[in-house]
T-cell receptor, first 113, second 112 residues
Framework: EAQVTQNPRYLITVTGKKLTVTCSQN?????MSWYRQDPGLGLRQIYY???????DKGDVPEGYKVSRKEKRNFPLILESPSPNQTSLYFC????????????FGDGTRLSIL | DAKTTQPPSMDCAEGRAANLPCNHS???????VYWYRQIHSQGPQYIIH???NNETNEMASLIITEDRKSSTLILPHATLRDTAVYYC?????????????FGTGTRLTIIP
């Protein structure tokens, strides 16, 4: 089944403790992206990647890192999480080129205490 | 990408057709209309997209007016599982960042 898989689905952790949210897709998509969703603010893009070893900042990249060593994986790294990074996170992927629909993972709910 | 306007909420009886409107009066000639939905904090789900012709797939139909300034998403036989927030997004061909910009959407509630 074609899908985007995120792990973990839920995480409660403390300020400053490094964490990684994994994202994997099995559709051979070139493009991958991370969004966060907060009440009243909608979905905001954090980082994106056009292909392997190519990443770029989205609208709210501060406090996050990403890597794209393999086409299927696009982990989101919080080196020193803070409470303002408490949010619902989504990974998405698509083919590149004109008018390709995006596929989203089921989300990761992070709580930083 | 052009701005869209959607009603904040709608109700529809189960089994009936749900018609969700979207205004995009500033749409330009090469911009497509996309519809996604989000069911209670799950990941957004792609539904359908179109340029100027009406489109239909297994989930829904998309009707775009001749002047392309508005469109309607039609769920032909709504079920309780169609209760979700529906987002209308207008975007042009983009060979760079494929970022989607979600507005506030329409919260559709299917009534038993």
């Amino acid at each position: 089944e074609a899908q985007v898989t995120q792990n973990p689905r839920y995480l409660i952790t403390v300020t400053g403790k490094k964490l990684t949210v994994t994202c994997s897709q099995n559709m051979n998509h070139e493009y991958m992206s991370w969004y966060r969703q907060d009440p009243g603010l909608g979905l905001r893009q954090i980082y994106y990647s056009m292909n392997v070893e190519v990443t770029d900042k989205g609208d709210v990249p501060e406090g996050y890192k990403v890597s794209r060593k393999e086409k299927r994986n696009f982990p989101l790294i919080l080196e020193s999480p803070s409470p303002n990074q408490t949010s619902l996170y989504f990974c998405a992927s698509s083919l590149t080129g004109e008018n390709q629909p995006q596929h989203f993972g089921d989300g990761t709910r992070l709580s930083i205490l | 990408d052009a701005k869209t306007t959607q009603p904040p909420s709608m109700d529809c009886a189960e089994g009936r057709a749900a018609n969700l409107p979207c205004n995009h009066s500033t749409i330009s000639g090469n911009e497509y209309v996309y519809w996604y939905r989000q069911i209670h904090s799950q990941g957004p789900q792609y539904i359908i997209h179109g340029l100027k012709n009406n489109e239909t797939n297994e989930m829904a139909s998309l009707i775009i007016t001749e002047d392309r300034k508005s469109s309607t998403l039609i769920l032909p036989h709504a079920t309780l599982r169609d209760t979700a927030v529906y987002y209308c997004i207008v975007r042009g061909p983009n060979f760079g960042n494929e970022k989607l910009t979600f507005g506030t959407g329409t919260r559709l509630t299917i009534i038993p």
